[in-house]
């Protein structure tokens, strides 16, 4: 993929086809932004520019073909180990690159989640930005650059990478996806800005699963404790897609909120539920919903330290089905 098949970041991709003309290429780039916004196809458009024969990433000569097929033997890729990236791979990372180019210009190296460099690491990788060999170009990305120890952000040129905007996200998925206007609110909605989330397999889940979810939840009762449970039991057994179940729930809550405040219906997540959402509203008090995005933001933090899942997507329930003081 070059420059020109990238959606957006319009203003990187303009900094770094200067950089290229000029010859004024940076040794080292900080790439930073969200997860899923597409830092990764930029720093792969670059490394495309650069070794392609014409300068701009024809996708057809043998350095762009092998980049696409991820087996150029200039590149090296890192990224972590299980949790993280260890002192021993940033070693053998340097070995690489401190070899000539077997078909560029250079060598490049691409570190994925660069923050989760250990301290050993990342003071390895210290070294060779602080003696930038003339052949090589090293190519840093994260989400979280605050993680990163500042002598090597500083040694990094830095370049920041934002999310799209709700309405780009939802023409593209209009206009290549052919989705309906309803159905592309929606997955624009809840993909938070991430290409990668609204194209990828969340796509079935937040437009079919988001339904059936949201319709077993609001259906629960507190009365009845049963139907509780084992929904909590299979919210546990979703392991892999329950942040994102937990995303969908908070947002329809919010949802809730909007209209219990008389909001523009427009700006509501889930134009497909607007009945259900007007039902859960008439019941609910502004005191009960926000209780209920606390529970839900709680869980969250259960989950990311690991607690008992069913336990805690039972308290989670008991919280999200409680009544609200209206009735007391
Ligand atoms: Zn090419």
Redesign the pocket.
Known sequence: MNFDQILGHDRQIEILRRALNTDRLAHAYLFHGPDGVGKRLVALALVQATF???GQ?????T??KKIAHRNHPDIHFLEPDGNSIKIEQIRNLQRELNFRPLEASCKVGLIDHAERMTVGAANALLKTLEEPTGNALLILLTPQPQRLLETIRSRCQPLQFTRHTHARIKDVLEQKLGLAETEAHILAALSDGSFKKAFGKDKELYLEKRRDLLKTLTGLSSGSILPVLEFAEYLASEKADLPDILEIFQAFFRDVLLMLHHQDESRLVNQDLMDRIRQVTRRESTTAVLDKLEALAAANTHLERNVNRQLAMEVLLLRLTADSERHI
């Open positions: 392609c024969i014409d990433g024809c996708g057809r000569c350095a762009c």
